[in-house]
């Protein structure tokens, strides 16, 4: 439709002014992020701004299933891998990212932070059975293979019972965050409980030394 300048006539000696120029409208198109090592490792699937899509991606996702005998903790295998189970007396060193349900997912610990003097990161080694570390993660660890990479969700049972329980996190303040929320005794007193202490655990399996 021509501009209400472009239909009045211009006066005598008046140059009128160029029509304005109409730019073409686009439309930009979303990409999906590049997906890095580290978000594979977390399994952080980019979601769609369209919500059938995202029905559809919540519909394909494989559900978690739980591990029998563990005392509730559910598992989805993000990698599956051919190598060695482990067993009781076995020394095994995982890589771990570890989150708090209660707290938005918040990550309180992770091996890939735990650098050695080479600035390579350092797995997190214990010996299965012997007790040390959460039932939780031993129970994931247990039904692993070296080169598998799960993600578990324990539930509290299953989670920290006391503050000595590993894995405990090196940083002072991200290990008093945790445990100040997982035993904070007026929320566990409101019957908080059942949800307080909910972990999630992305666990890569990396070698297995086997008991002589």
């Known amino acids: 439709m021509a501009s209400l300048s472009a239909t009045v006539a211009p006066a005598a000696g008046v140059v009128p002014p160029p029509p304005p120029k109409i730019q073409a409208a686009t439309i930009a198109e979303a990409h999906a992020p590049t997906v890095s090592r580290r978000h594979l490792l977390l399994a952080s699937a980019a979601s769609s701004t369209l919500p059938t899509a995202a029905a559809s991606a919540a519909a394909a996702a494989p559900p978690f299933a ?8 559910k598992a989805l295998d993000l990698r599956e891998s051919s190598g060695d189970v482990p067993s009781d007396g076995d020394q095994v060193a995982i890589h771990y990212y570890g989150r708090l349900a209660a707290k938005q997912g918040w990550r309180f610990d992770s091996t890939y932070d735990h650098k050695d003097e080479t600035g390579d990161p350092m797995p997190f080694v214990f010996t299965v059975g012997a007790g040390n570390v959460i039932p939780g993660i031993e129970a994931a660890v247990k039904s692993m293979r070296v080169g598998g990479l799960r993600r578990v969700i324990i539930p509290p049972s299953q989670g920290y019972q006391n503050t000595s329980q590993e894995p405990i996190p ?19 007193a409101n019957g908080e409980g059942s949800t307080l202490g909910t972990l999630i655990f992305d666990i890569e399996l990396i070698s297995i030394r086997q008991h002589s």
Do not use: A, K
Not at 170 to 188: G, M
């Open 170 to 188: 090196p940083n002072f303040f991200d290990r008093q965050r945790l445990f100040t929320t997982i035993f904070n005794p007026t929320r566990l």
């Open 66 to 73: 739980e591990i029998p005998g563990s005392g509730g903790v």
